[in-house]
């Protein structure tokens, strides 16, 4: 199993910064695909984005205000989030795929929210 505690949510006022991190542990082989979703009240839970051995993929509403990055090292994966909107309040999910399990398997976090508001 992988475990992944996550961090770095908070109230936050519009055109504000915030940097998520989530740092996986436990039986780790090759965290292939490591990423965020968000799942706000009474919808479902959508890509946020995702950053893979090839490159990274974002959800078109936060194209060009939300980076992510990873610490290969720390096995730890950042959402660094800027120019926030009420509309990206949600609860936060961190996401991994570790393709070293036969099949591959998929883990989430518990989530962190992050609200948005004045």
């Known amino acids: 199993q992988v475990q992944l505690v996550e961090s770095g949510g908070g109230l936050v006022q519009p055109g504000g910064s915030l940097r998520l991190s989530c740092a996986a542990s436990?039986?780790?082989?090759?965290?292939?695909?490591m990423g965020w979703y968000r799942q706000a009240p009474g919808k479902q839970r959508d890509l946020v984005a995702i950053?893979?051995?090839?490159?990274?993929n974002y959800a078109g509403s936060v194209e060009g205000r939300f980076t992510v990055s990873r610490d290969n090292a720390k096995n730890t994966v950042y959402l660094q989030m800027n120019d926030l909107k009420p509309e990206d309040t949600a609860v936060y999910y961190c996401?991994?795929?570790?393709?070293?399990?036969?099949?591959?398997?998929?883990?989430w976090g518990r989530g962190t929210q992050v609200t948005v508001s004045s």
């Open positions: 436990g039986s780790i082989f090759r965290l292939n695909a």
């Open positions: 950053i893979t051995t090839g490159g990274t």
């Open positions: 996401n991994v795929r570790d393709t070293g399990y036969i099949p591959p398997r998929t883990f």
